[in-house]
């Protein structure tokens, strides 16, 4: 089964930057649909960005589009957010998810087979 690991959240100032990873294992083939979500306070979960490591085709959602920019290394088996330009509004528990797909992304998935276990991130005024 395919387990994911986050790590990377903490507590940053408003304009500051953060990189979260996703690493991954217990996959059986490369071909893959990534996701990283936000669940803020009293929210609920969105869907932030997503990548499809068949060709590295990428989605973001416009709150988030021209400050986070998302990544794979298919060597290390590990997605990366790196997010730019924090707003306080960027404030919630941040998860990757997983599932097969060997096509385009063209859309969010909003739909995973897998999930990690979520990690924090706190933006300050």
């Known amino acids: 089964e395919v387990q994911l690991v986050e790590s990377g959240g903490g507590l940053v100032r408003a304009g500051g930057s953060l990189r979260l990873s996703c690493a991954a294992s217990?996959?059986?083939?490369?071909?893959?649909?990534i996701g990283w979500f936000r669940q803020a306070p009293g929210k609920e979960r969105e869907e932030l960005s997503c990548i499809g490591s068949s060709d590295g085709s990428t989605y973001y959602a416009d709150s988030v589009k021209g400050r986070f920019t998302i990544s794979s290394d298919n060597a290390k088996n590990t997605v990366y957010l790196q997010m730019n330009s924090l707003k306080p509004e960027d404030t919630g528990v941040y998860y990757c998810?997983?599932?097969?797909?060997?096509?385009?992304?063209?859309?969010?998935?909003?739909?995973?087979?897998?999930w990690g276990q979520g990690t924090q991130v706190t933006v300050s005024s």
């Open positions: 217990g996959t059986n083939r490369a071909d893959r649909a």
């Open positions: 998810a997983f599932r097969y797909f060997a096509g385009t992304i063209v859309a969010p998935f909003r739909k995973y087979d897998y």
